[in-house]
C-alpha cells in the first residue's frame, strides 16, 4: 500500500496519485518537503536498544510501558536552513528534532520522527518509486524523478520549521525472537502555516493558513500493516503541538477508494471537490478534505483496524 501522495513540483501535476497514498496530488508543484531526523540507521544497527523518547500522546497511549527500541543518536549540528532564524523557530527547530512518535504494530514496531539530512536520498528514493508506480511510468522515469523530488526538497528545506517532512522507520517483529533490520517504511510532509504553505498547491486549493497534509507514501513491500494510518496521526500529533489551528487539510483523488475510505474513518470530511473541466487538464478529480483535530487534553482517538485502512496498490 501506499499512503496518500501529494507531490507538489513540476511534473504531471494531480496524476500523481497513488491508490494506496493517504493523500495524492500532481508532480506539477513543489513536492512538500521534508528534511531532517536525527537519527541514522547505521547506529541503528550498531548500537543494542535504548529509551526511547516520545513526545506523542498516541505513543504513551498504546501501552504503559516504555519501549525499547534501536539505539540511535542525534548530531551536534543543529538543523540547517540556510536563513537566519528567530529564537522562537529555533525552539520550534528543536522541539522538531526531538519529536518522536512510537507505536507496536501487529506485525512489528514503527517510529516516525523528523528526516535528517542523512535521510534525505533514501527518502527521495521511496518518493520516487511511488510516483512512478501511480502514473504508471516505466523504471526509467525514476532516475528524472529523483532529480525533480530532490530538488523540491532543497527548495523547501528554507521553510523549516514552518513545515517538516516525518519518515517512518518499521522493525517486523522476528520469529523465536530473531533480530530483524530495521528499514525505511514511509513519509508523509506536514505544513504548520502559511510560511510553511506551498506556493502552488493542488485544487481544490486549500487555506494558506491552516496546516496541510501531503507527499506521503509507504515502502511497497510493507503496505497492508497499519504505517500509513500511523503516518496520518503522526502528522495530525506534530500538528496539535506546533500549531495553533485545529483545522487541518488534505487531498484525496476520487478514484482511491481506500484512501477515502480511511481518511473518513479518521473523522475528515469532504469540503470541496474538483470541477470535471480538470480533466480537460487531464488531472485527476480530488477531494479537499478538512477535519478539526481535538484539543491536546482530549484523550487520544481510538485506533482502526489496519485491515481497514490499507490496501494492496
Known amino acids: ?39 541514522s540507521l547505521t547506529s541503528f544497527h550498531r548500537e543494542g536498544s535504548c529509551s526511547f523518547k516520545s513526545s506523542s500522546s498516541s505513543s504513551s497511549s498504546h501501552s504503559s510501558t516504555t519501549p525499547t527500541t534501536p539505539a540511535f543518536s542525534y548530531p551536534e549540528d543543529p538543523f540547517c536552513t540556510g536563513r537566519f532564524l528567530s529564537n522562537e523557530e529555533l525552539e520550534k527547530l528543536k522541539f522538531l528534532q526531538n519529536f518522536v512518535y512510537f507505536k507496536e504494530l501487529k506485525s512489528g514496531s514503527l517510529w516516525v520522527r523528523v528526516m535528517g539530512a ?41 521553510q523549516m520549521p514552518h513545515m517538516a517532512t516525518l519518515i517512518g522507520f518499521y522493525k ?67 500538528i496539535s503541538q506546533m500549531s495553533s489551528s485545529r483545522e487541518v487539510y488534505l487531498h484525496c483523488r476520487m478514484i482511491d477508494a481506500a484512501p477515502l475510505n480511511m481518511y473518513k474513518k479518521a473523522d475528515y470530511e469532504i469540503v470541496k471537490t474538483d470541477s470535471v473541466l480538470v480533466l480537460l487538464m487531464l488531472q485527476r478529480r480530488k477531494h479537499l478534505m478538512r477535519k478539526k483535530l481535538p484539543l491536546l487534553s482530549n484523550p487520544p482517538e481510538s485506533d482502526i483496524s489496519e485491515s481497514d485502512t490499507e490496501k494492496s496498490a
Not at 7 to 27: E, I, K, M, V, Y
Open 1 to 39: 500500500m501506499a499512503a496518500a501522495i501529494s507531490l507538489s513540483f513540476p511534473l504531471d501535476p494531480q496524476s500523481l496519485h497513488h491508490p494506496c497514498r493517504l493523500h495524492p496530488t500532481p508532480l506539477s508543484r513543489p513536492l512538500q518537503s521534508r528534511f531532517f531526523t536525527r537519527l
Open 118 to 158: 542523512e535521510e534525505m536520498d533514501m527518502t527521495i528514493g521511496l518518493l520516487a518509486e511511488s510516483f512512478a508506480e501511480s502514473m504508471v511510468l516505466p523504471v526509467g522515469y525514476v532516475s528524472v524523478l529523483k532529480f525533480l523530488v530532490k530538488q523540491y526538497l532543497m527548495e523547501r528545506k528554507v
Open 172 to 238: 517486523e517483529t522476528g520469529e523465536n525472537g530473531e533480530e530483524q533490520e530495521v528499514q525505511l517504511a514511509g513519509t508523509v510532509e506536514v505544513c504548520f502555516n502559511k510560511r510553511g504553505a506551498n506556493v502552488s498547491p493542488p485544487t481544490p486549493t486549500p487555506p494558506k493558513d491552516s496546516p496541510y497534509i501531503c507527499n506521503m507514501a509507504v515502502k511497497t513491500s510493507l503496505r497492508r500493516r497499519g504505517i500509513g494510518w500511523h503516518l496520518l496521526k503522526a502528522s495530525e500529533e506534530l
